[in-house]
């Protein structure tokens, strides 16, 4: 019997999903009772756990996914803190402003590095400030900015000469 061109297509698809026709069975013939039996399984049947529904309830689990969530961001922060607290409070690191802007600046834009790794890079990459230089420049960057306005060396304190002042007032209450 010839297919037709449909029939061939749709058997090129299938290619070795098609079942192999059992032998004496006729090809288009209707499956055995058994292998109907065996395929098609009621709804109704418990799977083999017993529960037709097992697991936990929704309500178990949100109160378990909002547990978790909550435990989680609180370990998140708290694991982020102690990094930030190790890559600023490293020895080399600390008290440098220099260093501690450049550890702050790589660890937010590094998030995958650990603070230990932060502190060394910064320690290897970056040259340490002195204090006194920080200081004395400071100074100068305030009195450049100011400019004329800066205040000159401080002025005499000025003193009162009493008796002067007495002595022109009781000239003045004579005369008048």
Same mark, same amino acid.
Request: glycine share 10%.
């Given at each position: ?5 449909? @029939?061939?297509? &749709?058997?090129? +698809? ?5 079942? /192999? ?19 098609? +399984? ?18 178990? &689990?949100? $109160? ?21 607290? @190790? ?23 590094? /998030? ?36 004329? $306005?800066?205040?000159? $060396? ?23």
């Amino acid at each position: 019997m010839a297919k037709s061109i449909l @029939a061939a297509i &749709h058997d090129a +698809m299938l290619g070795d999903a098609v079942e /192999p026709v059992p032998e004496g069975a006729e090809p288009g013939a209707p499956a055995s009772d058994a292998n109907q039996k065996e395929s098609a +399984m009621s709804k109704d049947d418990a799977p083999a756990g017993g529960d037709k529904k097992p697991g936990i309830s929704q309500a178990e &689990h949100d $109160a378990a996914v909002t547990a978790a969530s909550e435990t989680g961001k609180a370990e998140g922060a708290k694991a982020e803190s102690d990094r930030l607290a @190790a890559a600023l409070g490293a020895e080399g690191v600390k008290g440098d402003g220099g260093r501690m802007a450049a550890a702050l600046d790589l660890a937010i834009k590094s /998030p995958g590095m650990s603070g230990a790794d932060v502190a060394a890079f910064v320690v290897a990459n970056v040259s340490p400030t002195k204090a006194a230089d920080t200081a004395a420049s400071y100074e100068q960057q305030r009195l450049a900015a100011a400019g004329p $306005a800066a205040p000159s $060396a401080p002025a005499k304190k000025a003193t009162i000469d009493t008796s002067a002042i007495y002595a022109s007032r009781r000239k003045q209450n004579q005369e008048g």
